[in-house]
Nanobody, 116 residues
């Protein structure tokens, strides 16, 4: 089974930027959708951004215009560019891939902290 590993999280000041990366151990060419969720303590995991297999993207209202999701199928990578970060963006960010056949794989998460 393909494994996902996130990286790029860290501490950033409000207004700053981070780029999260998600590396897959195998091919991610055959998928239904893939993307990023985030979770804060005591709350459910919320969708941040997703790419559908046809290429369209969807974003949570709270990140529209600030975050951009992309993928590189040749490198088996998924990215999340986060700009104009706010303290409320602080969370653990998880990437996922929903493969054909409804196999859902999650990464282990990467912490993003937005604080001055």
């Amino acid at each position: 089974q393909v494994q996902l590993v996130e990286s790029g999280g860290g501490l950033v000041q409000p207004g700053g930027s981070l780029r999260l990366s998600c590396a897959a151990s195998g091919s991610i060419l055959r998928f239904n959708d893939m993307g990023w969720f985030r979770q804060t303590p005591g709350k459910e995991r919320d969708l941040v951004a997703t790419i559908i297999s046809g290429g369209s993207t969807n974003y949570a209202d709270s990140v529209k215009g600030r975050f951009t999701i992309s993928r590189d199928g040749t490198k088996n990578m998924v990215y999340l560019q986060m700009n104009s970060l706010k303290p409320e963006d602080t969370a653990v960010y998880y990437c996922y891939v929903n493969f054909y056949g409804s196999t859902l794989v999650w990464g282990q998460g990467t912490q993003v902290t937005v604080s001055s």
